[in-house]
Nanobody, 122 residues
Framework: VQLQASGGGLVQAGGSLRLSCAAS????????MGWFRQAPGKEREFVAS?????WYADSVKGRFVISRDYANNTLYLQMNSLRVEDTAVYYC???????????????????WGQGTQVTVSS
């Protein structure tokens, strides 16, 4: 499985971006997929995940929306009302185990995209 993230960029505070993560190799239907981010000098942190339902970090709840297109094997993250503190490299990830019930820890995931930079200016 290969994951290719895209859609990052530079945006002013209050703006929006949509990240995409194209999965190739085989279908990831029924498995957790998620977004994480890592700012300089900080640990990688959970942003959002999706399987049947969706989960969000408190810091992005109400502003970000995770979704997936099963037909195209693509994961999305719509980011609205962006803040300076959202600046980070964003990574998409996917799990192998279809029976997993956990999707909020980096160690839950087997496959990672290369990361896409999101910079929010004030």
């Amino acid at each position: 499985v290969q994951l290719q993230a895209s859609g990052g960029g530079l945006v002013q505070a209050g703006g929006s971006l949509r990240l995409s993560c194209a999965a190739s190799g085989r279908t990831l239907s029924g498995r957790f997929m998620g977004w994480f981010r890592q700012a300089p000098g900080k640990e990688r942190e959970f942003v959002a995940s999706i399987r049947t339902y969706t989960w969000y970090a408190d810091s992005v709840k109400g502003r970000f929306v995770i979704s997936r297109d099963y037909a195209n094997n693509t994961l999305y993250l719509q980011m609205n009302s962006l803040r300076v503190e959202d600046t980070a490299v964003y990574y998409c990830a996917a799990q192998e185990d279809p029976t997993s019930f956990s999707g909020s820890r980096p160690t839950d995931y087997n496959y990672w995209g290369q990361g896409t930079q999101v910079t929010v200016s004030s």
